[in-house]
Protein backbone atom coordinates (compact mmCIF):
# COMPACT_ATOMS: atom_id res chain seq x y z
CA UNK A 1 0.00 0.00 0.00
CA UNK A 2 1.20 3.54 -0.61
CA UNK A 3 2.44 5.09 2.67
CA UNK A 4 0.29 7.48 4.68
CA UNK A 5 1.27 11.00 4.23
CA UNK A 6 -0.33 14.11 5.92
CA UNK A 7 1.36 16.36 3.65
CA UNK A 8 -0.73 19.66 4.04
CA UNK A 9 -2.56 18.49 6.93
CA UNK A 10 -2.46 20.30 10.38
CA UNK A 11 -2.15 18.43 13.55
CA UNK A 12 -2.65 19.41 17.18
CA UNK A 13 -0.77 17.27 19.68
CA UNK A 14 -1.43 18.07 23.10
CA UNK A 15 1.14 16.89 26.02
CA UNK A 16 3.58 16.39 23.37
CA UNK A 17 6.93 17.24 24.91
CA UNK A 18 7.50 13.95 26.30
CA UNK A 19 7.07 10.47 25.65
CA UNK A 20 3.77 9.33 23.75
CA UNK A 21 2.59 12.93 22.50
CA UNK A 22 6.29 13.76 21.43
CA UNK A 23 6.76 10.26 19.44
CA UNK A 24 3.22 11.43 17.96
CA UNK A 25 4.52 14.73 16.91
CA UNK A 26 7.94 13.75 15.13
CA UNK A 27 6.04 10.75 13.33
CA UNK A 28 3.15 13.15 11.84
CA UNK A 29 5.77 15.99 11.13
CA UNK A 30 8.08 13.27 9.16
CA UNK A 31 5.21 12.41 7.39
CA UNK A 32 4.44 16.27 6.46
CA UNK A 33 2.11 17.42 8.88
CA UNK A 34 2.57 21.10 9.85
CA UNK A 35 1.99 20.27 14.24
CA UNK A 36 1.25 22.36 16.87
CA UNK A 37 3.28 20.91 19.87
CA UNK A 38 1.56 21.62 22.98
CA UNK A 39 2.88 21.15 26.85
CA UNK A 40 2.62 22.36 29.98
CA UNK A 41 5.66 21.15 30.92
CA UNK A 42 4.58 20.13 34.19
CA UNK A 43 5.40 16.76 36.56
CA UNK A 44 3.91 14.06 36.15
CA UNK A 45 1.51 14.52 39.02
CA UNK A 46 0.35 17.98 37.08
CA UNK A 47 2.58 20.04 38.91
CA UNK A 48 4.70 23.30 37.80
CA UNK A 49 4.91 24.29 33.98
CA UNK A 50 7.97 25.45 31.33
CA UNK A 51 7.78 25.59 27.84
CA UNK A 52 11.35 24.17 27.12
CA UNK A 53 10.22 20.17 26.47
CA UNK A 54 7.70 21.59 23.56
CA UNK A 55 10.46 24.04 21.89
CA UNK A 56 12.86 21.09 22.12
CA UNK A 57 10.19 18.72 19.77
CA UNK A 58 9.94 21.84 17.40
CA UNK A 59 13.27 21.93 17.54
CA UNK A 60 13.79 18.34 16.29
CA UNK A 61 10.82 18.86 13.84
CA UNK A 62 12.45 21.91 12.43
CA UNK A 63 16.24 20.13 11.84
CA UNK A 64 14.48 17.86 9.70
CA UNK A 65 12.96 20.60 7.61
CA UNK A 66 9.22 20.25 9.26
CA UNK A 67 7.20 22.79 10.42
CA UNK A 68 5.85 23.56 14.03
CA UNK A 69 5.30 25.50 16.94
CA UNK A 70 5.21 25.15 20.46
CA UNK A 71 2.24 26.08 22.96
CA UNK A 72 2.08 26.00 26.48
CA UNK A 73 -1.54 26.12 26.73
CA UNK A 74 -3.37 24.29 29.88
CA UNK A 75 -5.64 21.94 28.88
CA UNK A 76 -8.02 22.43 31.30
CA UNK A 77 -8.46 26.16 30.40
CA UNK A 78 -10.48 26.84 27.75
CA UNK A 79 -9.21 30.74 26.97
CA UNK A 80 -5.92 29.07 26.82
CA UNK A 81 -6.72 26.31 24.30
CA UNK A 82 -8.72 28.89 22.26
CA UNK A 83 -5.12 30.55 21.59
CA UNK A 84 -3.47 27.64 20.62
CA UNK A 85 -5.94 26.82 18.66
CA UNK A 86 -6.29 30.80 17.36
CA UNK A 87 -2.65 31.15 16.33
CA UNK A 88 -2.34 27.62 14.42
CA UNK A 89 -5.44 28.98 12.03
CA UNK A 90 -4.46 32.31 11.74
CA UNK A 91 -0.81 30.73 10.52
CA UNK A 92 -2.22 27.68 8.63
CA UNK A 93 -5.55 28.48 8.06
CA UNK A 94 -6.71 25.27 9.44
CA UNK A 95 -6.47 22.29 12.22
CA UNK A 96 -7.12 18.62 10.45
CA UNK A 97 -6.20 16.61 13.43
CA UNK A 98 -6.28 16.51 17.39
CA UNK A 99 -4.47 14.23 19.11
CA UNK A 100 -6.14 14.71 22.63
CA UNK A 101 -2.37 12.88 24.41
CA UNK A 102 -2.00 14.89 27.23
CA UNK A 103 -2.54 13.43 31.28
CA UNK A 104 -1.44 13.35 34.46
CA UNK A 105 -1.31 10.62 37.03
CA UNK A 106 -2.04 10.79 40.97
CA UNK A 107 -2.45 7.16 41.65
CA UNK A 108 -3.91 5.96 45.54
CA UNK A 109 -6.09 3.26 46.32
CA UNK A 110 -9.73 4.95 46.97
CA UNK A 111 -9.68 4.83 50.44
CA UNK A 112 -6.82 7.02 50.67
CA UNK A 113 -7.51 9.16 47.27
CA UNK A 114 -8.48 12.83 48.01
CA UNK A 115 -11.21 14.64 46.62
CA UNK A 116 -8.52 16.70 44.94
CA UNK A 117 -6.10 14.02 43.24
CA UNK A 118 -9.25 12.44 41.53
CA UNK A 119 -10.57 15.69 40.08
CA UNK A 120 -7.48 16.60 39.18
CA UNK A 121 -6.61 13.55 37.04
CA UNK A 122 -10.36 13.84 35.40
CA UNK A 123 -10.02 17.49 34.60
CA UNK A 124 -6.67 16.85 32.54
CA UNK A 125 -7.83 13.46 31.12
CA UNK A 126 -11.46 14.28 30.39
CA UNK A 127 -12.18 17.62 30.62
CA UNK A 128 -9.22 18.53 28.82
CA UNK A 129 -10.04 16.22 25.55
CA UNK A 130 -13.49 18.20 26.03
CA UNK A 131 -11.82 21.36 26.00
CA UNK A 132 -9.52 20.27 23.10
CA UNK A 133 -11.81 18.82 20.71
CA UNK A 134 -14.64 21.94 21.63
CA UNK A 135 -12.13 24.20 19.97
CA UNK A 136 -11.37 21.94 16.68
CA UNK A 137 -14.74 20.98 16.62
CA UNK A 138 -16.73 24.08 14.45
CA UNK A 139 -13.28 24.41 12.27
CA UNK A 140 -13.52 20.65 11.21
CA UNK A 141 -17.32 20.69 10.41
CA UNK A 142 -16.64 23.88 8.56
CA UNK A 143 -14.27 22.40 6.30
CA UNK A 144 -15.75 18.89 5.70
CA UNK A 145 -13.00 16.78 7.54
CA UNK A 146 -11.08 16.21 10.62
CA UNK A 147 -9.53 13.13 12.66
CA UNK A 148 -9.81 13.10 16.45
CA UNK A 149 -7.54 10.68 18.81
CA UNK A 150 -9.28 10.30 22.43
CA UNK A 151 -6.06 8.43 24.56
CA UNK A 152 -7.69 5.97 26.60
CA UNK A 153 -6.13 2.89 28.75
CA UNK A 154 -6.68 -0.57 29.79
CA UNK A 155 -6.99 0.88 33.38
CA UNK A 156 -10.26 2.04 32.01
CA UNK A 157 -11.52 -0.30 30.20
CA UNK A 158 -10.28 -3.20 32.51
CA UNK A 159 -9.55 -1.55 35.83
CA UNK A 160 -6.28 -1.00 37.74
CA UNK A 161 -5.35 -1.12 41.67
CA UNK A 162 -4.87 2.34 42.40
CA UNK A 163 -6.17 4.28 39.97
CA UNK A 164 -9.44 4.76 39.94
CA UNK A 165 -9.53 8.45 39.08
CA UNK A 166 -7.51 7.91 35.72
CA UNK A 167 -9.59 4.95 35.08
CA UNK A 168 -12.69 6.83 35.46
CA UNK A 169 -11.38 9.41 33.14
CA UNK A 170 -9.96 6.91 30.26
CA UNK A 171 -13.21 4.96 30.43
CA UNK A 172 -15.37 8.53 30.07
CA UNK A 173 -13.21 8.86 26.66
CA UNK A 174 -14.41 6.01 25.17
CA UNK A 175 -18.33 7.55 25.27
CA UNK A 176 -17.08 10.72 24.59
CA UNK A 177 -15.69 9.55 21.08
CA UNK A 178 -18.94 7.06 20.98
CA UNK A 179 -21.10 10.48 20.66
CA UNK A 180 -18.73 12.72 18.73
CA UNK A 181 -18.55 10.24 16.11
CA UNK A 182 -22.24 9.36 15.90
CA UNK A 183 -22.10 13.91 15.56
CA UNK A 184 -18.91 14.39 13.24
CA UNK A 185 -19.73 11.15 10.56
CA UNK A 186 -21.65 13.64 8.31
CA UNK A 187 -19.29 16.51 8.63
CA UNK A 188 -16.39 14.06 7.80
CA UNK A 189 -14.87 14.09 11.34
CA UNK A 190 -13.74 10.34 11.99
CA UNK A 191 -13.29 9.89 15.73
CA UNK A 192 -10.74 7.14 17.57
CA UNK A 193 -9.43 5.91 20.62
CA UNK A 194 -6.09 4.70 21.14
CA UNK A 195 -5.49 2.71 24.06
CA UNK A 196 -1.69 2.47 24.79
CA UNK A 197 1.22 0.59 27.13
CA UNK A 198 4.58 2.01 26.36
CA UNK A 199 7.68 2.95 28.40
CA UNK A 200 7.52 6.63 29.21
CA UNK A 201 7.81 8.86 32.59
CA UNK A 202 3.64 7.84 33.55
CA UNK A 203 5.14 4.05 33.98
CA UNK A 204 8.40 4.65 34.83
CA UNK A 205 9.41 2.34 37.84
CA UNK A 206 6.00 0.30 37.14
CA UNK A 207 7.29 -2.29 34.23
CA UNK A 208 9.82 -4.42 34.94
CA UNK A 209 13.00 -3.39 33.08
CA UNK A 210 13.46 -6.07 30.65
CA UNK A 211 9.40 -5.65 29.96
CA UNK A 212 9.97 -2.10 30.01
CA UNK A 213 12.46 -2.08 26.54
CA UNK A 214 10.51 -3.85 24.65
CA UNK A 215 7.25 -1.00 24.87
CA UNK A 216 8.56 2.04 22.96
CA UNK A 217 6.41 4.59 21.99
CA UNK A 218 7.28 4.42 19.09
CA UNK A 219 5.13 1.22 18.43
CA UNK A 220 2.23 2.79 19.70
CA UNK A 221 2.57 5.87 17.53
CA UNK A 222 2.08 3.52 14.20
CA UNK A 223 -1.16 2.91 15.44
CA UNK A 224 -2.01 6.21 16.24
CA UNK A 225 -0.81 7.46 12.57
CA UNK A 226 -3.13 5.14 11.47
CA UNK A 227 -6.51 7.02 13.55
CA UNK A 228 -5.24 10.11 12.24
CA UNK A 229 -4.71 9.23 8.50
CA UNK A 230 -6.88 10.15 5.43
CA UNK A 231 -8.29 6.14 5.67
CA UNK A 232 -9.02 6.22 9.11
CA UNK A 233 -11.69 4.09 10.90
CA UNK A 234 -14.01 5.12 13.01
CA UNK A 235 -15.29 4.63 16.38
CA UNK A 236 -12.19 2.37 16.85
CA UNK A 237 -10.57 1.71 20.09
CA UNK A 238 -7.14 0.37 18.89
CA UNK A 239 -4.95 -1.40 21.50
CA UNK A 240 -1.35 -0.78 21.45
CA UNK A 241 2.54 -1.79 22.94
CA UNK A 242 5.16 -3.68 22.42
CA UNK A 243 4.77 -3.86 18.78
CA UNK A 244 1.07 -5.64 19.44
CA UNK A 245 -2.03 -4.29 18.25
CA UNK A 246 -5.56 -5.33 19.17
CA UNK A 247 -8.82 -4.18 18.83
CA UNK A 248 -11.71 -3.63 22.58
CA UNK A 249 -15.06 -3.58 20.95
CA UNK A 250 -18.12 -3.45 23.98
CA UNK A 251 -21.43 -6.26 23.66
CA UNK A 252 -24.15 -6.52 24.87
CA UNK A 253 -25.46 -10.28 25.30
CA UNK A 254 -29.14 -10.94 24.04
CA UNK A 255 -30.53 -11.48 27.45
CA UNK A 256 -33.79 -12.28 28.03
CA UNK A 257 -37.29 -10.97 28.58
CA UNK A 258 -39.48 -11.19 31.78
CA UNK A 259 -43.24 -10.19 31.53
CA UNK A 260 -44.83 -7.75 34.01
CA UNK A 261 -45.70 -10.06 36.53
CA UNK A 262 -42.47 -11.90 36.70
CA UNK A 263 -39.75 -8.64 37.12
CA UNK A 264 -38.88 -9.32 40.07
CA UNK A 265 -35.19 -8.69 41.64
CA UNK A 266 -35.34 -12.36 42.21
CA UNK A 267 -36.02 -13.56 38.74
CA UNK A 268 -33.36 -11.36 37.69
CA UNK A 269 -30.94 -13.18 40.26
CA UNK A 270 -32.72 -16.48 39.18
CA UNK A 271 -31.81 -16.08 35.22
CA UNK A 272 -28.55 -14.36 35.52
CA UNK A 273 -26.55 -16.95 33.70
CA UNK A 274 -29.03 -16.68 30.61
CA UNK A 275 -28.84 -12.78 30.71
CA UNK A 276 -24.75 -12.91 30.74
CA UNK A 277 -24.65 -15.86 28.39
CA UNK A 278 -22.60 -14.15 25.48
CA UNK A 279 -23.88 -16.45 22.57
CA UNK A 280 -25.53 -13.93 20.28
CA UNK A 281 -24.04 -10.88 21.57
CA UNK A 282 -24.04 -7.77 19.26
CA UNK A 283 -21.46 -4.94 19.01
CA UNK A 284 -24.47 -2.13 19.15
CA UNK A 285 -23.50 1.64 17.60
CA UNK A 286 -26.04 3.60 19.72
CA UNK A 287 -27.37 3.35 22.62
CA UNK A 288 -30.87 3.51 21.38
CA UNK A 289 -30.49 0.10 19.97
CA UNK A 290 -30.71 -1.29 23.08
CA UNK A 291 -33.93 0.20 23.79
CA UNK A 292 -34.64 -0.62 20.53
CA UNK A 293 -33.96 -4.37 21.25
CA UNK A 294 -35.82 -4.38 24.75
CA UNK A 295 -38.66 -2.79 23.39
CA UNK A 296 -39.04 -5.64 20.78
CA UNK A 297 -38.92 -8.59 23.39
CA UNK A 298 -41.90 -7.09 25.43
CA UNK A 299 -43.97 -6.04 21.76
CA UNK A 300 -43.01 -9.83 20.75
CA UNK A 301 -44.71 -11.31 24.00
CA UNK A 302 -47.69 -8.79 24.34
CA UNK A 303 -48.20 -9.48 20.60
CA UNK A 304 -48.10 -5.51 20.23
CA UNK A 305 -47.57 -4.87 16.57
CA UNK A 306 -44.32 -1.63 16.24
CA UNK A 307 -44.72 0.84 13.68
Not at 19 to 34: P, Q, T, Y
Not at 53 to 63: C, G, P, Q
Not at 173 to 178: E, I, P, Q, S, T
Not at 252 to 275: H, M, S, W
Amino acid sequence: MDPIRFDGRVAVVTGAGAGLGRSHALALASRGAKVVVNDLGGAVDGTGASQSAAEAVVAEIEAEGGEAFAHGANVTRPDEVEDMIGRALSRWGKVDILVNNAGILRDKSFAKMSLEDFRAVLDVHLWGSVVCTKAVWEPMREAQYGRIAMTSSSSGLYGNFGQSNYGAAKMGLVGLMNVLHLEGQKYGIRVNTLAPTARTRMTEGLIPEEAAQLMTPESVTAGLVYLVSEDAPARAILCAGAGGYAATKIYETPGIYLPPEEQTPENVAKNFDRITAAEGQQEFEQGGQQTFKFVEYAAKHLGVKLG
